[in-house]
Protein backbone atom coordinates (compact mmCIF):
# COMPACT_ATOMS: atom_id res chain seq x y z
CA UNK A 1 0.00 0.00 0.00
CA UNK A 2 0.81 3.35 -0.64
CA UNK A 3 0.18 6.52 1.81
CA UNK A 4 0.03 10.09 1.24
CA UNK A 5 -0.52 12.04 4.37
CA UNK A 6 -3.73 13.81 4.40
CA UNK A 7 -3.83 17.45 3.94
CA UNK A 8 -1.02 19.61 5.79
CA UNK A 9 -1.48 16.77 8.87
CA UNK A 10 0.91 14.38 9.77
CA UNK A 11 -1.81 11.79 9.29
CA UNK A 12 -1.01 9.15 6.41
CA UNK A 13 -4.14 7.78 4.64
CA UNK A 14 -4.08 4.85 2.33
CA UNK A 15 -4.30 5.42 -1.26
CA UNK A 16 -7.29 3.37 -1.18
CA UNK A 17 -10.24 3.52 1.25
CA UNK A 18 -13.48 1.13 2.60
CA UNK A 19 -16.20 2.13 3.18
CA UNK A 20 -19.05 0.40 4.82
CA UNK A 21 -22.19 1.95 3.46
CA UNK A 22 -23.53 -1.32 1.43
CA UNK A 23 -23.00 -4.82 1.93
CA UNK A 24 -21.81 -4.71 5.78
CA UNK A 25 -24.80 -4.49 7.41
CA UNK A 26 -28.25 -6.72 7.99
CA UNK A 27 -29.42 -7.29 11.69
CA UNK A 28 -28.03 -11.28 11.60
CA UNK A 29 -24.84 -10.05 11.93
CA UNK A 30 -21.87 -9.21 8.77
CA UNK A 31 -21.44 -11.85 6.49
CA UNK A 32 -18.61 -13.93 5.74
CA UNK A 33 -17.83 -12.53 2.52
CA UNK A 34 -18.01 -9.00 3.88
CA UNK A 35 -15.66 -9.72 6.90
CA UNK A 36 -13.23 -11.22 4.48
CA UNK A 37 -13.23 -8.01 2.99
CA UNK A 38 -12.66 -6.30 6.02
CA UNK A 39 -9.54 -8.78 6.97
CA UNK A 40 -8.01 -8.67 3.33
CA UNK A 41 -8.53 -4.75 3.07
CA UNK A 42 -6.51 -4.31 6.57
CA UNK A 43 -3.73 -7.09 5.33
CA UNK A 44 -3.18 -5.06 2.16
CA UNK A 45 -2.26 -2.02 4.32
CA UNK A 46 -5.76 -0.44 3.69
CA UNK A 47 -6.05 1.11 7.61
CA UNK A 48 -8.83 3.39 6.63
CA UNK A 49 -12.68 2.83 7.42
CA UNK A 50 -15.56 4.82 6.76
CA UNK A 51 -18.78 4.20 8.76
CA UNK A 52 -21.85 6.65 9.25
CA UNK A 53 -24.44 6.32 11.82
CA UNK A 54 -27.28 5.32 9.28
CA UNK A 55 -25.12 2.96 7.22
CA UNK A 56 -26.96 -0.51 6.92
CA UNK A 57 -29.72 -1.56 6.26
CA UNK A 58 -30.93 -1.45 9.03
CA UNK A 59 -30.06 2.16 10.06
CA UNK A 60 -27.06 1.44 12.22
CA UNK A 61 -26.38 -1.95 11.87
CA UNK A 62 -22.89 -1.48 9.95
CA UNK A 63 -21.60 0.07 12.92
CA UNK A 64 -23.02 -2.65 15.32
CA UNK A 65 -21.26 -5.35 12.87
CA UNK A 66 -18.06 -3.22 12.62
CA UNK A 67 -18.28 -3.17 16.15
CA UNK A 68 -18.74 -6.81 16.79
CA UNK A 69 -15.55 -7.23 14.67
CA UNK A 70 -13.77 -5.04 16.60
CA UNK A 71 -14.20 -6.96 19.75
CA UNK A 72 -13.57 -10.31 18.10
CA UNK A 73 -10.77 -9.21 15.61
CA UNK A 74 -9.43 -6.08 15.48
CA UNK A 75 -9.42 -4.64 18.92
CA UNK A 76 -5.41 -5.32 19.04
CA UNK A 77 -4.94 -3.54 15.92
CA UNK A 78 -6.74 -0.52 16.78
CA UNK A 79 -3.62 2.00 16.59
CA UNK A 80 -3.45 0.45 13.25
CA UNK A 81 -6.53 2.06 12.22
CA UNK A 82 -7.94 4.93 10.96
CA UNK A 83 -12.14 4.61 11.89
CA UNK A 84 -14.17 7.15 10.85
CA UNK A 85 -18.21 7.58 11.25
CA UNK A 86 -20.74 10.36 10.57
CA UNK A 87 -24.03 12.69 11.32
CA UNK A 88 -26.35 14.30 9.54
CA UNK A 89 -28.47 12.57 7.60
CA UNK A 90 -32.04 10.63 8.93
CA UNK A 91 -31.16 8.20 11.35
CA UNK A 92 -33.67 8.04 14.07
CA UNK A 93 -37.25 9.74 14.32
CA UNK A 94 -38.60 13.56 15.64
CA UNK A 95 -36.67 16.33 14.88
CA UNK A 96 -32.91 15.45 16.21
CA UNK A 97 -32.34 12.41 14.31
CA UNK A 98 -30.88 14.47 11.38
CA UNK A 99 -28.87 17.73 9.89
CA UNK A 100 -26.88 19.41 11.90
CA UNK A 101 -27.85 20.75 15.01
CA UNK A 102 -25.97 20.25 18.34
CA UNK A 103 -28.10 17.94 19.89
CA UNK A 104 -28.05 15.78 17.21
CA UNK A 105 -23.93 15.67 15.80
CA UNK A 106 -23.35 14.93 19.58
CA UNK A 107 -25.79 12.06 20.89
CA UNK A 108 -24.76 10.61 17.52
CA UNK A 109 -21.52 10.55 17.86
CA UNK A 110 -21.91 8.47 21.03
CA UNK A 111 -24.47 6.17 19.66
CA UNK A 112 -21.65 5.49 17.04
CA UNK A 113 -18.91 4.73 19.68
CA UNK A 114 -21.14 2.56 21.42
CA UNK A 115 -22.42 0.73 18.72
CA UNK A 116 -18.74 0.06 17.19
CA UNK A 117 -17.44 -0.70 20.97
CA UNK A 118 -14.54 2.09 20.42
CA UNK A 119 -14.01 4.78 22.81
CA UNK A 120 -12.84 7.12 19.99
CA UNK A 121 -13.06 8.03 16.65
CA UNK A 122 -10.18 9.22 14.52
CA UNK A 123 -12.31 11.14 12.11
CA UNK A 124 -15.73 12.27 12.48
CA UNK A 125 -17.69 14.22 9.82
CA UNK A 126 -20.63 16.60 9.51
CA UNK A 127 -22.46 14.56 6.84
CA UNK A 128 -24.33 17.39 4.84
CA UNK A 129 -24.67 20.81 4.87
CA UNK A 130 -27.56 22.04 7.04
CA UNK A 131 -29.39 25.09 5.39
CA UNK A 132 -31.27 25.48 8.63
CA UNK A 133 -28.74 25.76 11.18
CA UNK A 134 -26.10 27.96 11.88
CA UNK A 135 -22.72 26.76 10.64
CA UNK A 136 -21.43 28.07 13.89
CA UNK A 137 -23.76 25.44 15.80
CA UNK A 138 -22.32 22.23 13.65
CA UNK A 139 -18.71 23.82 14.52
CA UNK A 140 -19.97 23.75 17.96
CA UNK A 141 -20.87 20.05 17.82
CA UNK A 142 -17.76 19.03 16.47
CA UNK A 143 -15.70 21.63 18.60
CA UNK A 144 -16.84 19.43 21.48
CA UNK A 145 -16.63 16.00 19.71
CA UNK A 146 -12.88 17.18 19.06
CA UNK A 147 -12.13 18.51 22.75
CA UNK A 148 -13.88 15.77 24.57
CA UNK A 149 -11.32 13.27 22.74
CA UNK A 150 -14.27 11.39 20.96
CA UNK A 151 -12.80 12.10 17.66
CA UNK A 152 -8.86 13.16 16.62
CA UNK A 153 -9.85 15.06 13.66
CA UNK A 154 -13.02 16.42 12.52
CA UNK A 155 -14.31 16.49 8.73
CA UNK A 156 -17.27 18.00 6.76
CA UNK A 157 -18.96 16.05 3.55
CA UNK A 158 -20.50 17.18 0.71
CA UNK A 159 -20.16 20.76 1.69
CA UNK A 160 -19.76 23.32 -1.37
CA UNK A 161 -16.64 24.83 -2.00
CA UNK A 162 -17.92 28.61 -0.20
CA UNK A 163 -19.57 26.57 2.97
CA UNK A 164 -16.19 24.75 3.42
CA UNK A 165 -14.47 28.00 2.97
CA UNK A 166 -16.94 29.07 6.41
CA UNK A 167 -16.22 26.00 8.68
CA UNK A 168 -12.59 26.52 7.83
CA UNK A 169 -12.97 29.80 9.41
CA UNK A 170 -15.17 29.33 12.59
CA UNK A 171 -12.95 26.27 13.17
CA UNK A 172 -9.75 28.14 12.96
CA UNK A 173 -11.21 30.70 15.12
CA UNK A 174 -11.81 28.12 17.53
CA UNK A 175 -8.10 26.70 17.21
CA UNK A 176 -9.28 23.72 15.37
CA UNK A 177 -8.21 22.76 12.11
CA UNK A 178 -10.06 21.35 9.50
CA UNK A 179 -8.88 18.20 9.08
CA UNK A 180 -10.49 16.82 5.64
CA UNK A 181 -13.33 16.90 2.96
CA UNK A 182 -15.20 13.71 2.16
CA UNK A 183 -17.19 14.73 -1.45
CA UNK A 184 -18.16 12.21 -4.14
CA UNK A 185 -15.59 12.37 -7.27
CA UNK A 186 -15.12 10.07 -9.96
CA UNK A 187 -14.51 10.62 -13.77
CA UNK A 188 -18.45 11.20 -14.55
CA UNK A 189 -19.36 13.34 -11.32
CA UNK A 190 -15.89 15.98 -11.60
CA UNK A 191 -18.06 19.12 -9.59
CA UNK A 192 -14.90 19.46 -7.01
CA UNK A 193 -12.59 20.39 -9.90
CA UNK A 194 -14.59 23.69 -10.23
CA UNK A 195 -13.80 24.98 -6.88
CA UNK A 196 -13.38 22.88 -3.93
CA UNK A 197 -9.83 21.02 -4.76
CA UNK A 198 -8.59 24.77 -4.81
CA UNK A 199 -10.57 25.80 -1.44
CA UNK A 200 -8.80 22.43 0.29
CA UNK A 201 -5.13 22.82 -1.08
CA UNK A 202 -4.80 26.26 -0.31
CA UNK A 203 -6.15 25.75 3.08
CA UNK A 204 -4.16 21.97 3.51
CA UNK A 205 -6.94 20.33 3.98
CA UNK A 206 -7.35 16.58 2.91
CA UNK A 207 -9.75 14.89 0.44
CA UNK A 208 -11.20 11.97 0.73
CA UNK A 209 -13.08 11.01 -2.35
CA UNK A 210 -16.12 8.71 -2.03
CA UNK A 211 -17.96 6.71 -5.06
CA UNK A 212 -15.06 6.91 -7.32
CA UNK A 213 -16.09 3.81 -9.25
CA UNK A 214 -19.64 5.84 -9.58
CA UNK A 215 -21.58 3.58 -7.68
CA UNK A 216 -19.59 0.43 -9.79
CA UNK A 217 -20.90 2.54 -12.94
CA UNK A 218 -17.50 2.62 -14.04
CA UNK A 219 -16.66 -1.37 -14.17
CA UNK A 220 -16.65 -3.34 -16.84
CA UNK A 221 -20.21 -4.93 -15.32
CA UNK A 222 -22.44 -2.16 -16.99
CA UNK A 223 -20.98 -2.23 -20.59
CA UNK A 224 -23.41 -4.67 -21.73
CA UNK A 225 -26.68 -4.49 -20.05
CA UNK A 226 -27.54 -5.08 -16.13
CA UNK A 227 -26.27 -7.87 -14.78
CA UNK A 228 -27.91 -9.92 -11.66
CA UNK A 229 -26.55 -9.12 -7.95
CA UNK A 230 -25.72 -5.41 -9.09
CA UNK A 231 -26.51 -2.42 -7.12
CA UNK A 232 -29.10 -1.34 -10.19
CA UNK A 233 -30.35 -4.82 -10.61
CA UNK A 234 -31.30 -4.59 -6.97
CA UNK A 235 -32.84 -1.12 -7.15
CA UNK A 236 -30.81 -0.06 -4.79
CA UNK A 237 -28.82 3.90 -4.47
CA UNK A 238 -28.26 3.84 -8.01
CA UNK A 239 -31.12 3.78 -10.47
CA UNK A 240 -31.13 2.50 -13.62
CA UNK A 241 -32.50 5.96 -15.15
CA UNK A 242 -28.98 6.88 -14.34
CA UNK A 243 -28.21 4.13 -17.12
CA UNK A 244 -28.74 6.81 -20.58
CA UNK A 245 -27.36 6.07 -23.80
CA UNK A 246 -25.04 8.75 -23.41
CA UNK A 247 -23.43 7.52 -20.14
CA UNK A 248 -23.44 4.06 -21.71
CA UNK A 249 -21.07 5.67 -24.87
CA UNK A 250 -18.71 7.58 -21.89
CA UNK A 251 -17.88 4.42 -20.25
CA UNK A 252 -17.83 2.22 -23.55
CA UNK A 253 -14.98 5.01 -24.78
CA UNK A 254 -13.33 4.78 -21.45
CA UNK A 255 -12.92 1.57 -21.28
CA UNK A 256 -11.59 1.35 -24.14
CA UNK A 257 -8.46 3.60 -23.06
CA UNK A 258 -8.62 1.20 -19.93
CA UNK A 259 -7.71 -1.27 -22.72
CA UNK A 260 -4.81 0.09 -23.81
CA UNK A 261 -3.51 0.48 -20.39
CA UNK A 262 -3.97 -3.00 -19.87
CA UNK A 263 -6.64 -1.73 -17.01
CA UNK A 264 -10.23 -2.57 -16.02
CA UNK A 265 -12.16 0.12 -16.49
CA UNK A 266 -12.62 0.32 -12.55
CA UNK A 267 -8.74 0.42 -12.08
CA UNK A 268 -8.69 3.40 -14.50
CA UNK A 269 -11.61 4.95 -12.86
CA UNK A 270 -9.63 4.68 -9.35
CA UNK A 271 -6.28 5.03 -10.80
CA UNK A 272 -7.47 8.75 -12.59
CA UNK A 273 -8.88 9.90 -9.02
CA UNK A 274 -5.92 9.64 -7.33
CA UNK A 275 -4.50 11.50 -10.02
CA UNK A 276 -5.71 14.64 -8.71
CA UNK A 277 -3.12 15.54 -6.29
CA UNK A 278 -5.43 17.03 -4.32
CA UNK A 279 -7.05 13.61 -3.53
CA UNK A 280 -5.67 11.68 -0.07
CA UNK A 281 -7.39 8.89 -0.31
CA UNK A 282 -10.23 6.87 -2.75
CA UNK A 283 -13.22 5.61 -0.77
CA UNK A 284 -14.06 2.68 -2.07
CA UNK A 285 -17.74 -0.10 -1.59
CA UNK A 286 -16.69 -3.41 -2.55
CA UNK A 287 -19.65 -6.48 -2.64
CA UNK A 288 -16.85 -9.24 -2.88
CA UNK A 289 -13.10 -9.75 -2.26
CA UNK A 290 -12.74 -10.46 -5.63
CA UNK A 291 -13.26 -7.18 -6.45
CA UNK A 292 -11.23 -5.50 -3.61
CA UNK A 293 -8.45 -7.53 -5.12
CA UNK A 294 -9.31 -6.27 -8.72
CA UNK A 295 -9.44 -2.28 -7.09
CA UNK A 296 -6.01 -2.80 -5.24
CA UNK A 297 -4.23 -3.69 -8.78
CA UNK A 298 -5.12 0.06 -9.79
CA UNK A 299 -2.07 0.76 -7.75
CA UNK A 300 0.15 -0.97 -10.15
CA UNK A 301 -0.34 1.61 -12.98
CA UNK A 302 -1.16 5.10 -11.51
CA UNK A 303 0.55 7.14 -14.14
CA UNK A 304 -0.64 8.66 -16.61
CA UNK A 305 0.85 10.36 -20.10
CA UNK A 306 -0.17 13.65 -21.15
CA UNK A 307 -2.09 12.18 -24.07
CA UNK A 308 -3.80 9.64 -21.73
CA UNK A 309 -5.24 12.69 -19.80
CA UNK A 310 -6.05 14.57 -23.06
CA UNK A 311 -8.14 11.44 -24.18
CA UNK A 312 -9.95 10.89 -20.51
CA UNK A 313 -10.59 14.57 -20.61
CA UNK A 314 -12.63 14.17 -23.83
CA UNK A 315 -15.01 11.84 -22.52
CA UNK A 316 -14.65 12.16 -19.06
CA UNK A 317 -17.70 14.72 -18.83
CA UNK A 318 -20.79 14.88 -16.27
CA UNK A 319 -22.63 12.03 -16.08
CA UNK A 320 -25.54 13.66 -14.04
CA UNK A 321 -24.94 10.70 -11.45
CA UNK A 322 -23.93 12.48 -8.32
CA UNK A 323 -26.99 12.38 -5.57
CA UNK A 324 -25.31 14.37 -3.16
CA UNK A 325 -25.40 17.41 -4.98
CA UNK A 326 -28.22 19.13 -3.02
CA UNK A 327 -25.47 19.59 0.20
CA UNK A 328 -22.94 21.25 -2.07
CA UNK A 329 -25.61 23.81 -3.53
CA UNK A 330 -25.22 26.42 -1.23
N1 LIG B 1 -20.18 11.13 2.55
C1 LIG B 1 -21.18 10.66 1.87
O1 LIG B 1 -22.24 11.28 1.77
C2 LIG B 1 -21.03 9.32 1.21
C3 LIG B 1 -21.95 8.91 0.23
C4 LIG B 1 -21.73 7.68 -0.39
C5 LIG B 1 -20.64 6.91 -0.05
N2 LIG B 1 -19.79 7.33 0.93
C6 LIG B 1 -18.66 6.50 1.38
O2 LIG B 1 -17.94 6.03 0.26
C7 LIG B 1 -17.89 4.61 0.27
C8 LIG B 1 -17.85 4.12 -1.13
O3 LIG B 1 -19.02 4.49 -1.84
P1 LIG B 1 -19.54 3.57 -2.99
O4 LIG B 1 -19.78 2.20 -2.42
O5 LIG B 1 -20.63 4.26 -3.70
O6 LIG B 1 -18.20 3.53 -3.90
P2 LIG B 1 -17.83 2.93 -5.32
O7 LIG B 1 -16.49 2.33 -5.12
O8 LIG B 1 -17.99 3.99 -6.35
O9 LIG B 1 -18.91 1.81 -5.65
C9 LIG B 1 -18.88 0.57 -5.01
C10 LIG B 1 -19.63 -0.46 -5.84
O10 LIG B 1 -19.00 -0.59 -7.10
C11 LIG B 1 -18.99 -1.95 -7.51
N3 LIG B 1 -17.58 -2.38 -7.62
C12 LIG B 1 -16.55 -2.12 -6.78
N4 LIG B 1 -15.42 -2.63 -7.25
C13 LIG B 1 -15.72 -3.23 -8.43
C14 LIG B 1 -14.96 -3.92 -9.39
N5 LIG B 1 -13.67 -4.08 -9.24
N6 LIG B 1 -15.62 -4.41 -10.47
C15 LIG B 1 -16.93 -4.25 -10.64
N7 LIG B 1 -17.71 -3.58 -9.76
C16 LIG B 1 -17.10 -3.08 -8.67
C17 LIG B 1 -19.76 -2.72 -6.47
O11 LIG B 1 -21.12 -2.65 -6.91
P3 LIG B 1 -22.10 -3.90 -6.83
O12 LIG B 1 -22.47 -3.96 -5.40
O13 LIG B 1 -23.18 -3.47 -7.74
O14 LIG B 1 -21.32 -5.10 -7.28
C18 LIG B 1 -19.58 -1.85 -5.24
O15 LIG B 1 -20.60 -2.06 -4.30
C19 LIG B 1 -19.13 4.21 1.08
O16 LIG B 1 -19.04 2.92 1.62
C20 LIG B 1 -19.12 5.26 2.14
O17 LIG B 1 -18.16 4.94 3.12
C21 LIG B 1 -19.97 8.52 1.55
Known sequence: MQYRNCGNSGLKLPLLSVGLWHNFGGSKGMSSESKKILFTSFDAG?????????????????????GKVMQSDFKKYRDEMIISSKAGYDMWDGPYGEWGSKKHVI???????????????????????????????????????????????????????NKTREMIKILNSRGIKLFIHQPSYSMINRWIEKDLTKTLTKNGVGCIAFSPLAQGFLSNKYLKGIPRGTRVSENSSFSKNLITENNLKIINNLNSIAKKRNQSLSQLALAWVLNNKAVTSALIGVRTVAQLKDNLAALNNLKFTKDEIKKIDKNAKEGNINLWAPSSSY
Open 107 to 161: ASCDQSLKRMKIDYVDIFYSHRFDPNTPLEETADALESIYRSGKALYIGISSYSA
Open 46 to 66: ITHFDLANNYGPPYGSAEANF
